[in-house]
């Protein structure tokens, strides 16, 4: 196990290489020059070729992004073009929104998805079944903006601000700043309506997936054999069924974080949070290449580890799989 860990955490290296060096490129080969953004009006070519020699946006691009990362390696992620903040310190105040942001919408999907397959699964080809896959079908084609726009019309504006509409309210502790103070029931009060809007898709997804897992495990000879002991039906499903059923909805749980990023820019977009996604998208459209790459790196990362999380997880839901 230690090997295979040690193995993966290996390959992270070049994968994340790979990314950031494809975002990297990209981000210099579109349109827009984020030097005529900062001068503005007080723009002069002498300006110009001044800030370009300070940024390092004179050389080459093979030669930035050399540079870029002996900055990486020593702990330097850039310093934002057009703030003037450390890009680090901005990526750090800002995780925590988009991690609390994923991590409740899986569990709003997860809080879904395993009852209504269940249901599903046990009372095959009845109105409960049915009901559940109907009800997966509509979620999964329910866009995040238009789930999110729906909450906000109804518990913003029909309900008179029930929930609040836009803004964040931090945990106690994860506050970046000394002049706020942090409320568990502020944030949750923010963080309900976008978790939910962000995890409505995701449920109906797996739903569908677990349902169909269930039915298949519970036909299996294990299973019957559970029953034939006597063991009631709870323990039986629970114990038994479930936990080899939810192998592979970990495997799509997994890859559905690469989903949960980009519908973060868009939920995280229409509630006014301040979090990786809206980040990013500020960074993509003001050319800021340093915020783009740390974006870019932190999402990498993520990802990566997330996927190796997944790989882990198989061990703990079924015993016999096991790495050399």
């Not at 749980?253 to 989903?259: E, K, N, S």
Request: aromatic share 8%; with cysteine; glycine share 8%.
């Amino acid at each position: 196990m230690r090997t295979y860990v040690l193995r993966r955490l290996i390959e992270i290296v070049p994968t994340i290489l790979m990314i950031t060096f494809v975002v990297f490129v990209m981000m210099r080969s579109i349109p827009g020059d984020p030097v005529v953004a900062l001068l503005g009006d007080a723009y002069t070519e002498e300006d110009a070729v001044k800030v370009r020699t300070e940024y390092g946006l004179d050389k080459p691009i093979l030669v930035q992004y050399v540079i870029w990362l002996g900055k990486l390696v020593q702990g330097d992620w850039g310093t934002s073009i057009l703030s003037g903040r450390p890009v680090l310190k901005d990526v750090m105040v800002r995780f925590p929104v988009t991690l609390e942001l994923i991590v409740l919408s899986m569990a709003v999907a997860l809080a879904i998805a395993i009852p209504a397959a269940i249901i599903g699964a046990l009372r095959q080809n009845t109105w409960a079944d049915y009901s559940a896959t109907s009800i997966a079908m509509i979620g999964v084609s329910i866009p995040e903006f238009f789930a999110g726009v729906l909450l906000l019309l109804i518990f913003s504006v029909a309900m008179h601000g029930t929930l609040p509409s836009s803004g964040w309210i931090y945990l106690p502790g994860t506050c970046p700043m000394l002049v706020c103070i942090g409320s568990v029931w502020g944030n949750a009060m923010h963080v309900l309506m976008p978790a939910i809007a962000l995890g409505i898709g995701r449920a109906a997804l797996l739903t569908r997936l677990l349902r169909a897992s269930m039915l298949e495990v519970i036909r299996t000879e294990y299973v019957t054999t559970a029953r034939a002991k006597g063991l009631a039906e709870r323990p039986v499903v629970l114990k038994h069924a479930l936990k080899n059923a939810l192998i592979p909805t970990v495997t799509v749980m997994g890859l559905q974080v690469g989903f949960l990023i980009g519908g973060a820019i868009v939920v995280e977009t229409l509630f006014a949070m301040p979090g990786l996604g809206t980040f990013g998208i500020d960074a993509i459209i003001a050319r800021d290449y340093q915020q783009v790459q740390g974006f870019a790196l932190i999402t990498a990362f993520a990802f990566v580890m997330i996927n190796l999380i997944v790989d882990l997880t198989y061990s703990v839901l079924d015993p016999r799989i096991r790495y050399a």
